[in-house]
């Protein structure tokens, strides 16, 4: 055994290992932080796969979202503390059955790769530098993914312009302040 | 061996540890463990120093003397301090959650000890020159975010998490003009690799290009550092001493540590993207006299660092959200914007480079400064209305 594949089943193991905590740890908080813990294993599954870029993506948007999440968790949570018991309720079958569908699909999808059944895995086309200059140009191309970026831009900003509008005083609140 | 020490030492040790039976593929692995350790002692190692040198130079700026007690000059008070914390009783406040109350500080100290992975020493002398740099310095420092915010929460203590809360708000918040200032170097290389961006200021620094954006990212990363006048992390006149204050022993020592390693990993960081690194005359003959000219820079740099840190009082946490999301954004986008049109104007039209983008900073710089005065202006034109219908009031009343 290689140590990339070491690593890998490593890395696996510790994904699956932590996503399953995160859905059956009693505590809010812990399972938040499992769920960093799932991402940051994917980061190193993208590492492995050579999309250093992703993985640095991830890490960066992830851990820095759920410590906002975690937060949220305790301010809008009452006795975050406390164990607040399991968390399956009386629907824990539909959920097993949605991820068992899901993972019986994901295997039908992957079977349609050619790499699927080839002993050698295929060497990337690209080297890593010109991969990433290949994402920012897919991402300003007409025929690739221009569209899609176009939109996910404009509802961001939608947001962003929604949360100013949220937060923002009213104009007789700002006139009794004095200010 | 001149031209590459590290490499040749790298290459001597890889061919004992083959002679020794081990396969090349692992001890490759063995190596890169090895280096990472060595890189991460020297740094932490590094910390004792700077610590003295942090107290010492405030010292002076506020009219004392600094430590002069243990060594010449105080040089061992670090030492002494060290050895007293690691000493001391470690204590776990009852209700805490053992488990993330010690994950913290580690996590605080690797967030900082990380981001010296990708700090360009001197030629050839990087821990890891990956395509991502950029990328990587900005999710590392999220990891520090996460560390403030488990310390915070795990300690079971209302101060400390209120520390952490508002910590946690500064440091996102400050993340925003820090990346985009970052986008302006990136632009310039054409490349987010340090190595790169050091490779490509050969022909003229990046502060002289973009000197707005140099200043934006030493103002963000001063504060994601925590330090004076946003070390709103432990104001002790408001929230007794922020995120840490239930830590004792070396468990409050790693955050010590990692908050002073991030004073100088700032001033490094700096000059790395902005000051043309380990670049100096001579360079390209020994490249071990980068290392000197890249501790040059950022001592100086560290200097600055110190001097604002004892200079400036603490500001108020609505000031700083304010300064942030009022000024240091919107400056920091229309920097980008400018300097990416300047940019490729000027390659097209066959113009200077450094002049273009020297004259857009310039105008840049002088529309800020009107817009801040017009604002001053109103904002004071408001307030006087305001005492005088105060006053109008006071009399119609009396």
Request: hydrophobic share 60%; glycine share 8%; net charge neutral.
């Amino acid at each position: 055994m290689t140590v990339l594949q070491i690593v890998f089943l490593g890395l696996g193991l510790a994904t699956l290992v932590c996503a399953a905590m995160v859905v059956t740890s009693p505590k809010l908080v812990h399972a938040a932080l499992w769920l960093i813990a799932t991402l940051a294993c994917v980061a190193g599954l993208f590492v492995l796969l050579e999309a250093s870029f992703l993985a640095m993506v991830q890490v960066a948007v992830y851990i820095g979202a759920i410590a906002i999440l975690i937060i949220f968790a305790a301010m809008l949570t009452r006795r975050v503390m406390a164990e607040t018991g399991g968390q399956p309720n009386r629907n824990w079958w539909a959920a097993v059955f949605a991820a068992a569908l899901l993972f019986v699909g994901l295997i039908g999808l992957l079977r349609e790769v050619p790499a699927w059944s080839a002993a050698v895995p295929a060497a990337l086309p690209l080297a890593p530098e010109p991969l990433l200059e290949d994402l920012g140009q897919s991402l300003v191309d007409v025929d690739r993914y221009v569209i899609p970026f176009e939109v996910a831009s404009i509802l961001l900003l939608a947001a962003l312009v929604g949360a100013i509008v949220v937060a923002r005083p009213s104009q007789r609140a700002d006139e009794g302040e004095g200010t | 061996m001149t031209q590459d020490p590290v490499g040749w030492l790298g290459q001597l040790i890889h061919t004992f540890l083959v002679s020794l039976g081990l396969a090349p593929e692992w001890a490759r692995a063995l190596q890169a463990f090895l280096a990472a350790g060595a890189l991460a002692t020297a740094v932490l190692l590094l910390t004792f120093f700077l610590i003295w040198v942090e107290r010492k130079i405030l010292a002076r700026l506020q009219d004392r003397l600094g430590p002069n007690r243990v060594g010449p000059y105080g040089l061992f008070q670090t030492i002494a301090d060290a050895i007293k914390l690691v000493l001391k009783e470690v204590i776990v406040p009852s209700g805490a959650d053992r488990v993330l109350y010690f994950l913290a500080p580690p996590l605080a100290v690797m967030s900082v000890v990380g981001l010296w992975g990708v700090v360009p020493l001197a030629p050839k002398l990087v821990g890891a020159d990956i395509n991502v740099g950029v990328i990587y310095l900005i999710s590392i420092g999220a990891i520090g975010t996460l560390a403030v915010m488990l310390a915070g929460w795990s300690s079971n203590n209302k101060y400390a998490l209120l520390g952490a809360f508002r910590t946690v708000a500064m440091l996102i918040s400050y993340e925003v003009p820090m990346v985009v200032a970052l986008l302006v170097p990136t632009m310039l290389a054409g490349s987010m690799g340090t190595v790169e961006i050091v490779e490509r200021q050969r022909e003229m620094w990046f502060v002289v290009l973009a000197p707005i954006a140099a200043l934006l990212f030493f103002i963000s990363s001063m504060a994601e550092a925590g330090k004076a006048p946003f070390d709103l992390l432990e104001a002790e006149s408001e929230i007794v001493a922020g995120y840490n204050i239930e830590y004792s022993s070396m468990a409050f020592g790693m955050f010590f540590v990692g908050e002073f390693l991030h004073g100088f990993t700032i001033a490094a960081l700096t000059v790395a993207l902005f000051f043309g690194g380990w670049l100096g005359p001579g360079v390209d003959r020994f490249p071990l006299l980068g290392l000197v000219y890249f501790a040059l820079k950022s001592a100086v740099v560290y200097f600055v660092v110190i001097w604002i840190r004892g200079t400036l009082p603490r500001l108020r946490i609505d000031q700083v959200n304010a300064f942030n999301w009022k000024f240091l954004v919107p400056l920091s986008l229309a920097t980008v914007a400018a300097t990416a049109v300047t940019d490729k104007l000027a390659a097209g039209l066959g113009w200077s480079r450094t002049l273009a983008l020297l004259g857009v900073n310039g105008v840049l710089a002088l529309a800020t400064i009107v817009a801040l005065t017009l604002y001053a202006r109103s904002v004071r034109r408001r307030k006087a209305r305001a005492e005088r219908r105060i006053g109008a009031a006071a009399t119609a009343r009396g």
